[in-house]
C-alpha cells in the first residue's frame, strides 16, 4: 500500500506517520531527511545535492524525484510507503505517478489532515520541552506537574524551538495553501482522497486512518 499524508506543519503528519511505520511495517519516505542522509553518506544523488544546496539553490524536482526513485528500488515490493512531504505540487504529483509506475506500484490513498488554523498556532506556539531530556510541554494542555520542574527527570531547565512563533506558523500554513492544498483536485478526480480531523485526539486520529486503510 503506498499513501500520501497531506496537511500544514503541526498537523500531526510525522506523529502518524511513525504510528503506520510501527503498525503496518510502512516506510516513511520524508524528502527531507532523504535529502540528508544521502549528502552525509555522499552518494551520487548525494553528491549532486550538496552541490546545489552548497551554491545556495533550491534542490531540483529532478533530484528529489531521484532520490524516492532509489528509495524505492531498495525497498522490499512487498512494503508500503508513505511520502511524508511529498509531492508538494502539480508536477511533483506527475513525477510520482511516473516513479510509482515505474516500480509497479500505484497510488492508494491521499489522507490530508485538516486543521483550524487558530487552534493549530495555539498548540504549536504553546510548545517547550525538557531541556535535559527532551519531554514534551504546553503551556496550556500539559504543564510539568510541579511547575518549573520535569516530571520525568526532574530537570529544571526547559527549552522552545526558535520556528514555534505565531509568525512562522501562519507563513507555513499560507505556504501550503498556496502550494500544496492545490495538488488535491487531482487527486480527488482519481477518488483517493480522505479527509480526517487532524485536530481531533491522536488517537482518534490513528484509528480514522487505520478505518481508511482496511
Do not use: W
Not at 37 to 56: E, N
Not at 122 to 143: L, M, P, Q
Not at 147 to 154: K, L, M, N
Amino acid at each position: 500500500m503506498n499513501i500520501i499524508l497531506l496537511g500544514p506543519p503541526g498537523a500531526g503528519k510525522g506523529t502518524q506517520s511513525q504510528r503506520l511505520v510501527d503498525r503496518r511495517g510502512m516506510r516513511q519516505l520524508s524528502t527531507g531527511d532523504m535529502l540528508r542522509a544521502a549528502v552525509k553518506a555522499q552518494t551520487p544523488i548525494g553528491q549532486r545535492a550538496k552541490a546545489v544546496m552548497d551554491a545556495g539553490e533550491l534542490v531540483s524536482d529532478e533530484i528529489v524525484s531521484a532520490l524516492i526513485s532509489a528509495e524505492l528500488e531498495a525497498m522490499d515490493e512487498d512494503t508500503g510507503a508513505i511520502f511524508d512531504g511529498y509531492p508538494r505540487t502539480a508536477v511533483q504529483a506527475a513525477a510520482l505517478d511516473e516513479i510509482l509506475a515505474k516500480h509497479g506500484r500505484s497510488l492508494d490513498h491521499v489522507i490530508e489532515l485538516e486543521v483550524n488554523e487558530d487552534a493549530l498556532v495555539e498548540r504549536i506556539v504553546g510548545r517547550f520541552s525538557c531541556a535535559n531530556c527532551g519531554k514534551g510541554y504546553h503551556d496550556i494542555f500539559e504543564r510539568p506537574k510541579v511547575e518549573g520542574v520535569c516530571d520525568v527527570c526532574g530537570a529544571t531547565e526547559f527549552k522552545r524551538r526558535p520556528d514555534d512563533n505565531e509568525e512562522t506558523v501562519r507563513t507555513r500554513m499560507a505556504e501550503y495553501r498556496a502550494k500544496t492544498a492545490p495538488i488535491l483536485p487531482i487527486y480527488d478526480a482519481q477518488g483517493i482522497v480522505s479527509r480526517v480531523d487532524g485536530m481531533a485526539d491522536i488517537e482518534a486520529v490513528t484509528d480514522r486512518i487505520e478505518a481508511i486503510l482496511s
